[in-house]
């Protein structure tokens, strides 16, 4: 603004504020939210474009007009033994009770990891172990011991969501400053004191990056085992439309698929809005 | 009265040269004293205190405060640190108030002592801010307010104000006169500034690396003035005040061969 208004060449600071600049100004304008929905809208014309001139067979693309229609054709007659409603609740169930058994069992065991020598050696060895083999080259495994049914599916997802959150809740123990444990120490607190006052809130923004990676990885587990091994779920409804080449209701479950993946990212950032405010900022 | 008698912590090295941080270091630090150890980098002055707040074990000797050994850090020996370690997700009046309630002091009786110990460092108004909102000197401020709040029997500072720029530095000098003048705590302060030194101590240690140790010390009187006028340049104007900064430093700067039997 100083600069603009001192230059001969410019008059009204309206302009010079138009002008593009590498400097940062406002939050505002440093906010990317415009531009991302703009290409999402060029995204989907693209799409509309490619559908209306038959750039592609509606076999591979169809277009958006079809999977609308399949989309409420499946939210309301249901497709592959289940409406879109049970297919969705089927596979928010799963990464639910997998998501609960990785914070209720790996935040409690990755803090004690943290804390104790002991714990750390005994558990590290079998979580390292088995956090380095893809989850689907043990699901056959899973199936022999636990059988078909729900049980070896959630076991399946809830180790992969378990060792991302475990290991966060340890790191996030070891991450703690030691001039803030002195500090509370000279300050008088206890060892359960220095725990639930300093450790705990120390370690959580590291615990809540483990549960966004356990997110992830339990949704990209999630879809895969449907895929294999499954009577419901998004994934399993993905497999039953492409064996019957129904490429529509195979984007519907996409379009779903992706839609969850946005609210659990949307979900996470706004609890570590809620929860850390302060993360970064001392 | 806190004793150090013949205080030594010897760390274990990569070359199997033991690092000699503090060699048998003897100190009183009397009630309502500031003792100010002065010295360059690796001399022990922070290692010293570290040992009195009991974050490091003493290899050898003993550290008393009122007859009681120090083996661990405690809510007697309140620690003001180079770095503040205020915690992000309270607010300032609630970080003042952390020592009172891991002592299960009600939360309304610890507000209340809290926000006078904010008054007494000038920042009542910041009560309700997050410590991140606050310059580098307010966050000083709340540390030693924090640390009073326990009412320890021996404040310990080490480098409070190394990293502040110099005209805040000279503010919360000020504010440290005053608050000492006002609550006659005593007080150990860890500084590498000799005119910090001069200007806040009752008593000057100075101190000389490889091996740690206590070389000189000296007795100053300029702290009281400078509390009751809170000015700073008449002080450091002063003959005396010249002349021992001009000794400070020569012991400081001496070769370290040269330096046996300097010892008072």
Redesign the interface.
């Known amino acids: 603004m100083t600069l603009a208004a001192n230059s001969p060449t410019s008059f009204q600071p309206a302009t010079a504020q138009r002008k593009p600049s590498l400097r940062p100004r406002r939050a505002a304008s440093t906010s990317t939210f415009g531009i991302s929905l703009v290409t999402l809208a060029g995204l989907i014309a693209l799409w509309f474009l490619a559908a209306r001139f038959g750039w592609a067979s509606p076999l591979f693309l169809p277009s958006p007009a079809d999977v609308l229609t399949q989309f409420t054709a499946v939210a309301a007659d249901g497709y592959a033994n289940g409406t879109l409603l049970d297919h969705t609740l089927a596979s928010l169930g799963r990464i639910g009770a997998a998501l609960g058994v990785g914070i209720f069992v790996g935040i409690p065991l990755g803090l004690l990891m943290g804390l104790n020598r002991w714990v750390k050696g005994i558990f590290s060895v079998p979580i390292d172990l088995y956090w380095g083999l893809p989850p689907l080259a043990y699901l056959p495994l899973l199936i022999i011991w636990l059988g078909i049914g729900e049980t070896s599916k959630i076991v399946l997802l809830s180790l992969s969501t378990f060792a991302p959150i475990c290991f966060a809740a340890q790191a996030g123990v070891r991450s703690v ?1 030691v ?2 444990i ?9 060892r359960l ?1 220095l725990f639930t ?2 450790v705990l ?1 120390s370690a959580l923004p590291e615990i809540l990056t483990g549960l966004k990676i356990a997110i992830g990885a339990g949704l990209s587990t999630l879809v895969a085992a449907e895929l294999i091994a499954a009577q419901s779920g998004l994934g399993y409804m993905i497999m039953s439309a492409a064996n019957f080449l129904a490429t529509d209701v195979v984007f519907v479950g996409l379009i779903v698929i992706a839609a969850l993946a946005f609210a659990f990212t949307s979900g996470m950032r706004w609890l570590e809005h809620r929860l ?1 405010p ?1 993360k970064g ?2 | 009265m806190l004793r150090i008698r013949d205080a030594s912590v010897t760390f274990p090295a990569s070359d199997g040269q033991d690092v000699h941080a503090l060699d048998h270091v003897s100190l009183d630090i009397a009630p309502a004293s500031i003792v100010v150890a002065v010295g360059a980098s690796g001399c022990g002055k922070s290692t010293l205190l570290n040992a009195i ?3 490091l074990p003493l290899s050898e000797g003993t550290i008393t405060l009122d007859g009681q050994e120090i083996v ?4 007697d ?3 003001v ?1 180079q ?7 309270a607010n300032v009046l609630d970080n003042v108030a ?2 009172l ?3 299960g002091v009600p939360r309304g009786e610890r507000h209340e002592r809290s926000r006078h110990l904010l008054e007494l460092v000038g920042l009542a108004d910041f009560a309700e801010k ?3 909102e606050l310059s580098g000197g307010m966050r000083q401020r709340v540390g030693i307010a ?2 009073l709040a ?1 009412d320890p029997k021996i404040l ?1 500072m080490d480098e409070p104000f190394g990293a502040l720029d110099s005209l805040t530095r000279e503010t919360m000098q000020q504010l440290l006169a005053s608050v000492w003048a006002k609550t006659g705590k005593q007080i150990l302060f860890i500084t590498h500034s000799i005119e910090e030194a001069l200007t806040l101590g009752t008593t000057i240690v100075v101190m000389s690396p490889r091996p740690g140790r206590i070389v000189a010390r000296f007795d100053a009187d300029f702290v009281r003035d400078f509390a009751e006028s809170g000015d700073i340049g008449p002080i450091q104007s002063h003959r005396r005040f010249i002349e021992l900064r001009q000794e400070i430093r020569s012991l400081i700067h001496q070769p370290e061969g040269a330096r046996t039997g300097t010892l008072q």
Do not use: H, M
């Not at chain 2, 661990?72 to 809510?75: E, T």
């Not at chain 2, 770095?83 to 997700?89: E, Q």
């Open positions: 400053p001039e803030r002195n500090a509370a120490l000279s300050l008088g607190a206890s004191q006052s300093i809130p850390i302060w900022k001392l | 707040a009991g974050f661990a850090p405690g809510g020996r309140g620690v640190f770095k503040d370690t205020l915690l992000p997700w952390l020592g309630k891991y002592r997050p410590p991140y924090r640390a326990t310990l």
